[in-house]
């Protein structure tokens, strides 16, 4: 490699692929990315997303600090408790949650538009939509071309795969690295919030994230996400003079749409679905919703006959199988195009955003000429693999999250089910036990392997 900062293409414009370009311009690199979808509002699934200590972490390190801050002043209110209900909206379990003091070590409520329009700020020179990667080419020069379905080509110096699960870059890459099923299927739903549909949610739910759990092996997440500007897009009274600064001056608070709301989540085994359920859309999709939750309370399903019929989102869970050390190359993989992991407390996220720090940091021992580029990038994988493939045991083993789950079966459910209620109702009533879950709630940092 030459002394010239090494230039990288992006394939994707999801999270980690934008916190990587932007770390990337900091570190003095030039960087192109490329995103199949036709703008930014296209193709993103899923309304909130947790951001924990360990993407805050990367967010701060890539980020400018302004845009930064931007960040922190677009997340939504942090959740007071955490909750476990019953589908009757019974309180099985409620865990005060610390107060949001520190801006990285604690959990933001996201909405993942927002953050897309957040992380889009100051890129609009280096992303480029409407591009299709079908392959790409090694020369005997060092660098990488891409090809996309348009016929055009761009090349670089090192090409990232951040084009998630179903990554053309992976299947040509390392054809022999597979995902599967989990075996659960969601629906995503998003209600306006008002002052009835508010009305819907005990207090604490309302205030806090709230686990469901359902007989039958039908399980929801419930989450009331309220930002610092209101359906006018005009800053709220009471938002710091800081924040309303950083709002009117972010181009993002006009492209967006994002506005209170109540996110509603159902999920369980496949097989309680309808076979063409991720082709179902708008109100056909939430007629299944609805269809899977008979013996939910009459709040909650009030909720869903109010929920916007666009937002409805049928989402199959996928996991990754681990795949043994590969040759390092030109080519590297990031997020869930290498390691796809199932849902819960925004893991997903946070561990691409992690590997985008982690690849920044790299790639700048490169440009600064302490190793060679694909030194750089061998390391970044060696560190990259183990714990990423760790984080898709972890996130497959909770509760409810493989189709395999006891808690679907048709007897042995129901002893689950009590089972899962008991240790969170005893958790939450033993001082020991009650301080041990929020500390773990708060201090659970992916990156510390």
Not at 343 to 353: E, W
Request: proline share 6%; charged share 20%; glycine share 10%.
């Amino acid at each position: 490699m030459s002394g010239a900062p090494p230039h990288v293409l992006i394939i994707g414009a999801g999270t980690g692929g934008l916190c990587l370009a932007h770390g990337l311009r900091r570190a003095g690199m030039t960087v192109a990315v490329y995103e199949r979808h036709r703008d930014r509002a296209d193709g993103l699934l899923g309304y909130r997303v947790g951001i924990g200590p360990t993407g805050s972490r990367a967010l701060r390190e890539c980020l400018s600090p302004e845009l930064f801050a931007t960040f922190l002043a677009t997340c939504a209110r942090p959740p007071h408790y955490f909750n476990v209900v019953t589908q009757g909206l019974r309180q099985t379990a409620s865990f005060p949650l610390r107060p949001n003091a520190d801006p990285v070590h604690t959990e933001h409520s996201v909405a993942r538009m927002v953050l897309r329009h957040v992380l889009l700020t100051g890129l609009d020179d280096v992303v480029h939509f409407d591009k299709t990667f079908t392959r790409y080419e090694q020369r005997d020069d060092g660098t990488v071309t891409a090809h996309f379905s348009d016929g055009t080509t761009a090349t670089g110096d090192l090409l990232v795969g951040a084009d998630g699960t179903h990554s053309a870059v992976r299947r040509q890459y390392l054809p022999h690295a597979v995902t599967r099923d989990a075996g659960t299927i969601n629906i995503a739903t998003r209600i306006p919030l008002t002052a009835h549909t508010r009305g819907l949610v005990p207090e604490r739910v309302g205030q806090g994230i709230s686990l469901i759990f359902g007989v039958g092996g039908i399980m929801g997440v419930l989450h009331v996400m309220e930002f610092k500007w209101d359906a006018t897009r005009a800053v709220k009274p009471g938002v710091s003079d800081t924040d309303a600064a950083l709002l009117k001056n972010w181009p993002g608070l006009s492209q967006d749409t994002t506005t209170d709301n109540i996110n509603l989540i159902i999920w369980s085994t496949a097989r309680r679905f309808p076979s063409d359920v991720m082709e179902r859309r708008g109100e056909d999709l939430v007629q299944v919703a609805l269809g899977l939750t008979t013996n939910w309370h009459p709040h909650l399903r009030e909720l869903l006959t109010r929920a916007e019929p666009a937002s409805a989102l049928p989402i199959k869970v996928s996991t990754s199988e681990p795949v043994p050390p590969w040759k390092s190359s030109t080519v590297t993989l990031l997020g869930d195009a290498i390691h796809t992991m199932t849902p819960g407390r925004g893991v997903g996220a946070n561990t691409a955003l992690r590997d985008a720090r982690l690849l920044c940091e790299q790639l700048t021992c490169a440009t600064a000429g302490d190793k060679t580029l694909l030194q750089s990038v061998a390391d970044y994988e060696a560190a990259m693999a183990p714990y990423g493939f760790a984080r898709v045991a972890e996130s497959l083993n909770r509760s409810g999250t493989s189709g395999d789950d006891r808690m679907y079966r048709p007897v042995v459910g129901r002893l689950a089910l009590l089972g899962a209620r008991g240790y969170f109702g005893v958790t939450s009533r033993v001082p020991r036990l009650r301080q041990r879950f929020v500390d773990d709630f708060h201090t659970y940092e992916g990156d510390r392997d």
